[in-house]
């Protein structure tokens, strides 16, 4: 007889699963498609030449900021349809048939995916890094420092994903998921400013801080800048947020999960 | 009495510390900083005449790089020129004089080419048709920049720190309702209090408000103005002078200027410093005038109105 | 034959009708648009330059998007769900199948440009803003156009390529048409002689959307005329041209597809 499988092993099976799906259902061609965009552009910018350091920063922005989106939405599309896509082919079923709690499921799902998403974003974010000289000075450890945020990022967006496609269509949670990557910073400001001078002020302020803010976790301009990398305490503190925000929507999706009739 | 799982306590454990989130992450603006290359003017617009920010079209990352566009754009009926609008072209009467310059840039190429230099064909006959093209040996038609208050507005809001925004804007403002225009740039002096080149603005919004009134009926308010003006002049010339190299000299071309201290900011430097020992001069104590003008003219030589004040003033 | 076409677009239209995800689309558009028109510019009404230029974007780049997702879905849903096979034991020609998923697609997009366009000229009048009429309709109609490009591309490339493929390849081709043409004009020079071989087949054989949007021209609708009728046939043929051809290689791979 064989022993039960324990919770790492049982999450390991399921991350190995997401990775099968993305194989077989050729989602790699998507990140081919965007490797050759890179690819296109940087033979593009080799034919017109870079000319200035000025323009080489401008390029360094525009590759980075491009691999920070391109990750995120992958990661959200892969994400989005994991669960539903496993009720509607009812491969569910058999999977929780096993020695199998829906909480490792669903864990093994977040973790499968965050490794994706991290993986999406280490090679588009080498092929943009690698190929434009660095005609100035950047700060290294802020690089590691964005690069860190990055995948905290990946990992709250995967979590929050996952949570929204529990209780809404892929549809909508790709688009409300794609609001708050591109636009939440901006929602929060705003709505920050809403009630500015009322007294209740310090209320919506709060309020509008229990939002996924992705653009804090974003560095890629204050790299390109030029400037200092951030303390040690804004560091920690920024990795330390995206950590609760994303304990929370894993633990609310394991819960909302645990109910959830199928 | 039924006992609680580990995944309800692990949801409630990060329950309440997400409830508590909002301590830490007001706190943190990872992204709010003062400087910086993507809102240089020399940097900015270096990168936007490179031949990959003409592939791009109007894709770009920062809020400088987009109003940069905008302006091209708006200033010109829609017609994308290959950039090449001055800070001159965008705050027209800003010198001390107050007298703008006029020129139609007539020559400059356009994004779209000419029939006899476009590969294209029939696409590239549709394609100047259907886009706003004028042939670029025309003379340019420029337009009020009023319509780009919008733009600048926005942009000050996505990044408050985006400084040119405050002070370009407020001077288009300035023509239409300037109290707003006062309004909006002590917003801009709020968010970035060590810019010298937004106490300059607020300095010449408030000078050119003394012209629109009656010196005999108003001489009052002129005077009160004034002294506002020069207070907000000083104050320009102070952070400016910190604000420059130590080192500094000026170089004998404008392209010789670099994005550490451009021509931008020496102009405004040199007007605060000039209008802040006018105002003192007419308004204050001729005294003061004297050591604003010595001391200024230590960082700032040579300055021929400078030395012309100190003339007039010495006993 | 028109019947059943129109039966088959009847039924594309209500499925995306229906979808929760259209009307999100719309209303996260109409609510964008409702708060651009919203935001205080000093108290300035009159300022309507801006809020043209962004209202024009967001129309296009969400009926844009909605035409790709919705176009590449159709077949292989159709594949997925095994309705074909119930569907081609009718008396319905592959040809007429195909051109009426593309007709009920079409519909879709002008129900969307229709509640778009609602939201645009109520809030251009608003804010006090004059409206071209003429030009306006010529944007609107070039626009749906460009909606038949992506839509007959859409079914070539969702019977290509897995249906993720198909609409990221959809959607990128539209949001960089506007690059991809600033890119072939700018680099020809750059190029030798087989470059500019490459570039100039290209040009030619892939369609240049941004010739069809006049959305530029009408947001500095004070300085520019609506466009002659000469130019708005040449610009029908030409988007007719790559319409049509799009459609016969989405007929040629669904024909080539065992059933």
């Given at each position: 007889?064989?022993?039960?499988?324990?919770?790492?092993?049982?999450?390991?099976?399921?991350?190995?699963?997401?990775?099968?799906?993305?194989?077989?259902?050729?989602?790699?061609?998507?990140?081919?498609?965007?490797?050759?965009?890179?690819?296109?552009?940087?033979?593009?910018?080799?034919?017109?030449?870079?000319?200035?350091?000025?323009?080489?920063t401008?390029?360094?922005?525009?590759?980075?900021?491009?691999?920070?989106?391109?990750?995120?939405?992958?990661?959200?599309?892969?994400?989005?349809?994991?669960?539903?896509?496993?009720?509607?082919?009812?491969?569910?079923?058999?999977?929780?048939?096993?020695?199998?709690?829906?909480?490792?499921?669903?864990?093994?799902?977040?973790?499968?995916?965050?490794?994706?998403?991290?993986?999406?974003?280490?090679?588009?974010?080498?092929?943009?890094?690698?190929?434009?000289?660095?005609?100035?000075?950047?700060?290294?450890?802020?690089?590691?420092?964005?690069?860190?945020?990055?995948?905290?990022?990946?990992?709250?967006m995967?979590?929050?994903?996952?949570?929204?496609?529990?209780?809404?269509?892929?549809?909508?949670?790709?688009?409300?998921?794609?609001?708050?990557?591109?636009?939440?910073?901006?929602?929060?400001?705003?709505?920050?400013?809403?009630?500015?001078?009322?007294?209740?002020?310090?209320?919506v302020?709060?309020?509008?801080?229990?939002?996924?803010?992705?653009?804090?976790?974003?560095?890629?301009?204050?790299?390109?800048?030029?400037?200092?990398?951030?303390?040690?305490?804004?560091?920690?503190?920024?990795?330390?947020?995206?950590?609760?925000?994303?304990?929370?929507?894993?633990?609310?999706?394991?819960?909302?999960?645990?109910?959830?009739?199928? | 009495?039924?006992?609680?799982?580990?995944?309800?306590?692990?949801?409630?454990?990060?329950?309440?510390?997400?409830?508590?989130?909002?301590?830490?992450?007001?706190?943190?603006?990872?992204?709010?900083?003062?400087?910086?290359?993507?809102?240089?003017?020399?940097?900015?617009?270096?990168?936007?005449?490179?031949?990959?920010?003409?592939?791009?079209?109007?894709?770009?990352?920062?809020?400088?790089?987009?109003?940069?566009?905008?302006?091209?754009?708006?200033?010109?009926?829609?017609?994308?020129?290959?950039?090449?609008?001055?800070?001159?072209?965008?705050?027209?009467?800003?010198?001390?004089?107050?007298?703008?310059?006029?020129?139609?840039?007539?020559?400059?190429?356009?994004?779209?080419?000419?029939?006899?230099?476009?590969?294209r064909?029939?696409?590239?006959?549709?394609?100047?048709?259907?886009?706003?093209w004028?042939?670029?040996?025309?003379?340019?038609?420029?337009?009020?920049?009023?319509e780009?208050?919008?733009w600048?507005?926005?942009?000050?809001?996505?990044?408050?720190?985006?400084?040119?925004?405050?002070?370009?804007?407020?001077?288009?403002?300035?023509?239409?309702?300037?109290?707003?225009?006062?309004?909006?740039?002590?917003?801009?002096?709020?968010?970035?209090?060590?810019?010298?080149q937004?106490?300059?603005?607020?300095?010449?919004?408030?000078?050119?408000?003394?012209?629109?009134?009656?010196?005999?009926?108003?001489?009052?308010?002129?005077?009160?103005?004034?002294?506002?003006?020069r207070?907000?002049?000083?104050?320009?010339?102070?952070l400016?002078?910190?604000?420059?190299?130590?080192?500094?000299?000026p170089?004998?071309?404008?392209?010789?200027?670099?994005?550490e201290?451009?021509?931008?900011?020496?102009d405004?430097?040199?007007?605060?410093?000039?209008?802040?020992?006018?105002?003192?001069?007419?308004?204050?104590?001729?005294?003061?005038?004297?050591?604003l003008?010595?001391?200024?003219?230590?960082?700032?030589?040579?300055?021929?109105?400078?030395?012309?004040?100190?003339?007039?003033?010495?006993? | 034959?028109?019947?059943?076409?129109?039966?088959?677009?009847?039924?594309?239209?209500?499925?995306?009708?229906?979808?929760?995800?259209?009307?999100?689309?719309?209303?996260?558009?109409?609510?964008?648009?409702?708060?651009?028109?919203?935001?205080?510019?000093?108290?300035?009404?009159?300022?309507?330059?801006?809020?043209?230029?962004?209202?024009?974007?967001?129309?296009?780049?969400?009926?844009?998007?909605?035409?790709?997702?919705l176009?590449?879905?159709?077949?292989?849903?159709?594949?997925?769900?095994?309705?074909?096979?119930?569907?081609m034991?009718?008396?319905?020609?592959?040809?007429?199948?195909?051109?009426?998923?593309?007709?009920?697609?079409?519909?879709?997009?002008?129900?969307?440009?229709?509640?778009?366009?609602l939201?645009?000229?109520?809030?251009?009048?608003?804010?006090?803003?004059?409206?071209?009429?003429?030009?306006?309709?010529?944007?609107?109609?070039?626009?749906?156009l460009?909606?038949?490009?992506?839509?007959?591309?859409?079914?070539?490339?969702?019977?290509?390529?897995?249906l993720?493929?198909?609409?990221?390849?959809?959607?990128?081709?539209?949001?960089?048409?506007?690059?991809?043409?600033?890119?072939?004009?700018?680099?020809?020079?750059?190029?030798?002689?087989?470059?500019?071989?490459?570039?100039?087949?290209?040009?030619?054989?892939?369609?240049?959307?941004?010739?069809?949007?006049?959305?530029?021209?009408?947001?500095?609708?004070?300085?520019?005329?609506?466009?002659?009728?000469?130019?708005?046939?040449?610009?029908?043929?030409?988007?007719?041209?790559?319409?049509?051809?799009?459609?016969?290689?989405?007929?040629?791979?669904?024909?080539?597809?065992?059933?």
């Amino acid at each position: 007889m064989t022993a039960a499988p324990t919770a790492p092993q049982s999450i390991m099976v399921i991350c190995r699963g997401v990775f099968i799906e993305l194989m077989r259902r050729k989602d790699i061609h998507v990140l081919l498609i965007f490797m050759g965009l890179y690819f296109v552009a940087t033979t593009v910018v080799a034919i017109v030449g870079i000319g200035n350091p000025q323009t080489a920063t401008f390029l360094l922005n525009l590759g980075l900021t491009m691999t920070w989106f391109f990750a995120h939405l992958l990661t959200l599309i892969l994400v989005s349809r994991q669960i539903p896509g496993e009720i509607d082919n009812r491969t569910l079923y058999p999977l929780l048939a096993r020695p199998l709690t829906r909480q490792t499921y669903l864990i093994g799902k977040w973790v499968g995916c965050t490794i994706a998403g991290v993986l999406v974003l280490l090679t588009l974010g080498l092929i943009a890094w690698l190929p434009v000289p660095k005609l100035e000075e950047y700060n290294t450890t802020l690089l590691l420092q964005l690069l860190v945020l990055h995948v905290f990022s990946i990992a709250m967006m995967c979590a929050f994903t996952l949570l929204l496609s529990l209780v809404s269509p892929q549809g909508i949670t790709i688009i409300v998921m794609g609001i708050l990557l591109l636009l939440g910073g901006r929602i929060i400001d705003a709505g920050s400013g809403l009630l500015e001078g009322s007294s209740f002020n310090g209320v919506v302020r709060w309020v509008f801080q229990y939002l996924p803010n992705f653009s804090d976790l974003n560095l890629v301009t204050r790299y390109t800048d030029g400037i200092a990398p951030l303390t040690g305490s804004e560091f920690v503190g920024l990795v330390g947020v995206s950590a609760i925000f994303t304990l929370f929507a894993l633990a609310l999706a394991v819960s909302v999960f645990d109910r959830k009739r199928l | 009495m039924k006992k609680s799982s580990p995944s309800s306590l692990i949801l409630i454990a990060a329950l309440v510390l997400y409830l508590a989130s909002p301590v830490l992450t007001s706190r943190l603006e990872p992204n709010d900083y003062a400087g910086g290359r993507s809102r240089d003017s020399f940097d900015r617009s270096i990168r936007n005449s490179s031949a990959i920010a003409m592939l791009l079209g109007e894709v770009r990352m920062s809020a400088s790089d987009l109003i940069f566009i905008k302006t091209e754009r708006y200033l010109h009926e829609g017609i994308a020129y290959v950039p090449h609008l001055e800070r001159e072209d965008l705050t027209p009467d800003l010198s001390e004089n107050g007298e703008g310059e006029e020129d139609d840039h007539a020559g400059t190429p356009t994004l779209i080419p000419t029939t006899e230099t476009d590969f294209r064909g029939v696409i590239g006959v549709l394609h100047r048709r259907v886009k706003p093209w004028r042939d670029p040996s025309a003379a340019h038609n420029h337009t009020e920049g009023t319509e780009l208050l919008p733009w600048y507005r926005l942009m000050t809001i996505a990044d408050p720190q985006y400084v040119r925004g405050y002070t370009i804007g407020s001077w288009w403002l300035k023509g239409i309702d300037p109290e707003k225009a006062i309004e909006f740039i002590k917003e801009g002096i709020e968010n970035n209090p060590d810019a010298f080149q937004v106490y300059y603005m607020l300095g010449r919004i408030y000078f050119e408000q003394t012209r629109e009134l009656d010196p005999l009926a108003e001489g009052l308010q002129i005077r009160e103005l004034n002294e506002l003006a020069r207070d907000n002049f000083v104050t320009a010339a102070r952070l400016g002078l910190q604000e420059r190299p130590d080192d500094w000299t000026p170089p004998k071309t404008p392209e010789e200027f670099t994005e550490e201290w451009d021509e931008g900011r020496e102009d405004d430097l040199r007007g605060a410093a000039r209008l802040g020992v006018l105002l003192e001069q007419k308004y204050g104590d001729s005294e003061r005038a004297l050591e604003l003008a010595r001391e200024y003219l230590i960082e700032l030589a040579p300055d021929g109105v400078l030395e012309r004040r100190i003339d007039e003033l010495a006993p | 034959m028109p019947l059943k076409l129109w039966l088959i677009a009847r039924s594309v239209l209500i499925e995306a009708i229906r979808r929760r995800e259209v009307y999100a689309i719309v209303l996260v558009s109409t609510l964008l648009i409702i708060s651009i028109m919203g935001i205080d510019f000093f108290g300035l009404k009159e300022l309507t330059k801006f809020y043209r230029e962004s209202a024009l974007k967001v129309m296009s780049i969400a009926t844009g998007l909605t035409v790709v997702v919705l176009a590449a879905r159709q077949l292989p849903r159709e594949f997925e769900m095994r309705t074909i096979y119930t569907l081609m034991a009718r008396p319905i020609s592959r040809t007429t199948f195909l051109a009426g998923k593309l007709f009920g697609v079409m519909l879709a997009a002008a129900f969307c440009f229709l509640l778009f366009t609602l939201v645009y000229l109520v809030g251009t009048l608003y804010l006090g803003g004059d409206i071209p009429w003429v030009l306006f309709a010529q944007h609107v109609y070039l626009q749906l156009l460009t909606m038949l490009i992506l839509a007959s591309l859409s079914f070539w490339l969702s019977m290509m390529l897995n249906l993720d493929a198909a609409i990221t390849i959809g959607s990128l081709f539209f949001l960089l048409a506007a690059m991809f043409t600033n890119v072939s004009m700018y680099i020809y020079d750059y190029a030798d002689a087989f470059g500019r071989f490459v570039i100039k087949i290209g040009t030619f054989i892939i369609p240049q959307l941004t010739l069809l949007d006049l959305s530029e021209r009408t947001t500095h609708a004070q300085s520019w005329s609506a466009l002659d009728f000469t130019t708005m046939a040449m610009l029908t043929g030409y988007a007719l041209i790559f319409a049509a051809a799009y459609f016969a290689l989405a007929m040629l791979w669904f024909r080539k597809r065992e059933l």
